[in-house]
């Protein structure tokens, strides 16, 4: 799909992303910055279009995921500091993790349980942690998209039935 093919369409959606928009942000002030930014992002990013996905959706997912990550921002920053506390000797929870003894053993278990898999579940699982996108894999992999998202989930599937016992 063209640049001016992906313009025209988004004009055609603006009643869409109006109302979404505002069924997100309660707000109309709010709607119309969001609104703004998912245009501006659907544009910038219009050569990621995959012609046989669908295009309302896609930009609806956009703008649906610009404002979860604006929320996100607000809550970092809203986050509140007690006057009262002693910053300096704020005492530490030790809760494992990956620099403690049982944190390594479990990230070795996990690693020698994706080693496990099946190389027909470990390889697109791999690629899929490691970012790539599903039609990326498939490309790579020169197999259907379909096949991909199912081999990630029953390579989930079984990651969780092995690692069941480290809980």
Same mark, same amino acid.
């Given at each position: 799909?063209?640049?001016?093919?992906?313009?025209?369409?988004?004009? $055609?959606?603006?009643?869409?992303? !109006?109302?979404? =928009?505002? #069924? *997100? #942000?309660?707000? %109309? =002030?709010? =709607? %119309?910055? *969001?609104?703004?930014?998912t245009t501006l992002r659907v544009l910038n990013n219009y050569d990621k279009f995959v012609d046989n996905v669908n295009f309302k959706g896609w930009v609806l997912k956009?703008?649906?995921?610009?404002?979860? &990550?604006n929320y996100h921002k607000l809550v970092r920053t809203q986050g509140i500091i007690d006057p009262n506390v002693d910053a300096y000797n704020v005492p530490l929870l @030790?809760? /494992? /993790? %990956? &620099? #403690?003894?049982? $944190?390594s053993m479990d990230i070795k278990e996990i690693t020698q349980a994706i080693a496990s898999l099946?190389? @027909?579940? !470990?390889e697109p699982f791999s690629m899929f942690v490691s970012g790539y996108k599903y039609n990326e894999i498939a490309e790579t992999l020169g197999i259907p998209l379909g096949t991909v998202k199912s081999r990630i989930f029953f =390579?989930?599937?079984?990651?969780?039935?092995?690692?069941r016992d480290m809980r």
């Open positions: 799909m063209d640049v001016l093919q992906i313009q025209k369409d988004l004009i $055609g959606m603006q009643d869409y992303m !109006k109302n979404f =928009a505002r #069924t *997100l #942000t309660k707000d %109309e =002030a709010d =709607a %119309e910055d *969001l609104m703004q930014d956009i703008m649906r995921n610009i404002f979860i &990550n @030790s809760e /494992g /993790g %990956e &620099n #403690t003894p049982e $944190g099946q190389p @027909s579940l !470990k =390579a989930r599937q079984e990651l969780q039935r092995k690692l």
